[in-house]
């Protein structure tokens, strides 16, 4: 499965159904289609596909998250919310499935959809912190919410995970203007700012 969506993924939609005819009914083949014709831009075959392999394995999480990104990139982005919920449900300690779900949640902007997508961000960075999507998100998702120190932290973060080290410095700095002295999040802020100036030590 795992190489049939990659193939899915990289190669030209010819190359996919000679790999993966229509004949070919095994669930690699038509998770491939699937794929294929999603990243072609063709909806209206990759939708009717993911609802044949969802009915035929309904507690499948990665079917249901696949179905989500369908939906969220053809724009139906308040669709997509009952596939990525279902996954996140069926895998509650899947990071990334979260990350989706928060990513669509910030995107529909509605106020009551703000703090489920906060929580979602946060309980995929407790299993694993260097994913700095999550870290754009939360920087948003925390702004929007007023929490203007957090949001800066969590920009650091990102900037500091994807190299921008300046920038890394400068929110860290912002963080510790508007966090307590000596909280968690301003203690992290510090880090942070020790981090790179130790790094800049090193070159």
């Not at 795992?2 to 000679?18: E, F, S």
């Not at 063709?42 to 989500?68: C, M, R």
């Not at 920009?155 to 203007?177: C, F, I, P, V």
């Amino acid at each position: 499965r795992m190489v049939a969506k990659l193939r899915g993924y990289i190669n030209h939609l010819g190359r996919t159904l000679r790999d993966y005819p229509p004949s070919d009914t095994s669930i690699p083949a038509r998770y491939a289609r699937v794929v294929a014709h999603y990243r072609h831009g063709d909806v209206t075959k990759s939708l009717p596909l993911i609802d044949a392999l969802i009915a035929d394995a309904p507690n499948d999480p990665y079917f249901k998250e696949l179905k989500g990104e369908i939906l969220f990139k053809s724009g139906r982005i308040a669709d997509s919310l009952e596939p990525l919920g279902q996954a996140v449900r069926a895998l509650p300690n899947a990071p990334l499935l979260r990350i989706s779900l928060a990513h669509a949640q910030i995107e529909l902007n509605r106020p009551e959809l703000l703090a489920a997508a906060v929580r979602n961000l946060e309980m995929a960075l407790q299993v694993k912190r260097t994913m700095p999507m999550a870290w754009r998100l939360a920087a948003t998702a925390y702004g929007r919410q007023n929490r203007l120190g957090r949001s800066a932290l969590a920009s650091a973060e990102y900037n500091l995970l994807t190299g921008r080290r300046k920038d890394a410095k400068r929110m860290a700095g912002r963080a510790q203007a508007i966090l307590k002295r000596g909280s968690p999040g301003w203690m992290r802020a510090a880090d942070v700012i020790n981090a790179i100036d130790r790094s800049k030590r090193k070159n």
